[in-house]
């Protein structure tokens, strides 16, 4: 069994570092649309001259939420596919840094979720 272990040891690095990059693009990327989203809300507001409804700008919120924490659980589950191939006395900082891949599903998913269910 340990020649298995050998086997896919090479994959424990390529897999922690995609699961930082995931993680790392499940917070940016979202922003980045709502930012982009609250542009185009305030250039409608100016061609309009007045107020506009804002549920197309809500669901563009509810949109990058759930790209969000789709992204952030790719991203925990790449992680802890990469944490359960390191061998048995596992690190604690990994186990940290897996925290940290499930924190924007757990946060944003949350928030999401309480938005969702107070309508």
């Not at 506009?52 to 809500?58: E, R, T």
């Not at 669901?59 to 789709?70: G, M, P, Q, T």
């Not at 925990?76 to 940290?100: D, N, Q, S």
Request: hydrophobic share 55%; aromatic share 10%; charged share 15%.
């Amino acid at each position: 069994m340990k020649w298995h272990n050998k086997a896919l040891s090479f994959l424990v690095r390529p897999m922690r570092r995609a699961s930082v990059i995931v993680a790392i693009s499940s917070v940016i990327m979202p922003t980045v649309l709502v930012y982009l989203y609250t542009l185009e809300a305030e250039r409608q507001v100016q061609a309009r001259g007045g107020p506009i409804c804002g549920l197309p700008f809500f669901a563009d919120f509810i949109l990058a939420s759930f790209a969000c924490v789709l992204l952030s659980g790719v991203a925990f589950i790449l992680g802890a596919i990469a944490y359960r191939r390191v061998p048995a006395p596992r690190p604690r900082k990994r186990l940290v840094e897996l925290i940290a891949l499930v924190l924007p599903l757990v946060i944003v998913g949350g928030y999401a979720a309480s938005l969702l269910l107070a309508l």
